[in-house]
T-cell receptor, first 113, second 109 residues
Framework: DGGITQSPKYLFRKEGQNVTLSCEQN?????MYWYRQDPGQGLRLIYY???????QKGDIAEGYSVSREKKESFPLTVTSAQKNPTAFYLC????????????FGNGTRLTVT | GESVGLHLPTLSVQEGDNSIINCAYS??????FIWYKQESGKGPQFIID?????DKRQGQRVTVLLNKTVKHLSLQIAATQPGDSAVYFC????????FGAGTRLTVKP
């Protein structure tokens, strides 16, 4: 059953701690994306990667870091430098060609107190 | 920067009626557009897409219309059902994908 797996579904951290969100896909997609969604709002792009070992900043990359060592995996680290880390984080992948849709995981809800 | 936005934040329709959700985009270079449906606590789900060389595309109970002249996109849902209640996003894709704020569709029985 192909898809995108984000884990965990809920994550709680204390302020000042770094936390890494997992995203794995078995769709053989080249491109992967991380979005942040705040309540009642749309999706904002954090980082994206079109190929292994390469990634680009999105609109709100500050306080976040990513790696793309394997095609299937695109973990996101929320660092202590991110001022408002509590949000719903969505990972997505696409075939990478221009006219291909993104396929999303079911998200990780991060709460930092 | 350029952005994708929506005309209305909420839409309430009666079950069985048709729904129309609108979206304005500002990047005239965008050539691929997608509608997504998001239910509470889940990731967005692909509904239908359209390329800029088309002005209409139909799926099962859904139709997307693209007007490049005024940079407007719409999603029509025929015979709206309670299961259609969700937030709907339009998105435009270049190297990355940009989303609007979303419209919450509520279907009244």
């Amino acid at each position: 059953d192909g898809g995108i797996t984000q884990s965990p579904k809920y994550l709680f951290r204390k302020e000042g701690q770094n936390v890494t969100l997992s995203c794995e896909q078995n769709l053989n997609h080249d491109a992967m994306y991380w979005y942040r969604q705040d309540p009642g709002q749309g999706l904002r792009l954090i980082y994206y990667s079109q190929i292994v070992n390469d990634f680009q900043k999105g609109d709100i990359a500050e306080g976040y870091s990513v790696s793309r060592e394997k095609k299937e995996s695109f973990p996101l680290t929320v660092t202590s430098a991110q001022k408002n880390p509590t949000a719903f984080y969505l990972c997505a992948s696409s075939a990478g060609v221009r006219s291909s849709p993104l396929h999303f995981g079911n998200g990780t809800r991060l709460t930092v107190t | 920067g350029e952005s994708v936005g929506l005309h209305l934040p909420t839409l309430s329709v009666q079950e069985g009626d048709n729904s129309i959700i609108n979206c304005a985009y500002s990047n005239s270079a965008s050539d691929y557009f997608i509608w997504y449906k998001q239910e509470s606590g889940k990731g967005p789900q692909f509904i239908i897409d359209i390329r800029s060389n088309m002005d209409k595309r139909q799926g099962q109970r859904v139709t997307v219309l693209l007007n490049k002249t005024v940079k407007h996109l719409s999603l029509q849902i025929a015979a709206t059902q309670p299961g259609d209640s969700a937030v709907y996003f339009c998105a435009e894709k270049d190297n990355d994908m940009r989303f609007g704020a979303g419209t919450r569709l509520t279907v009244k029985p």
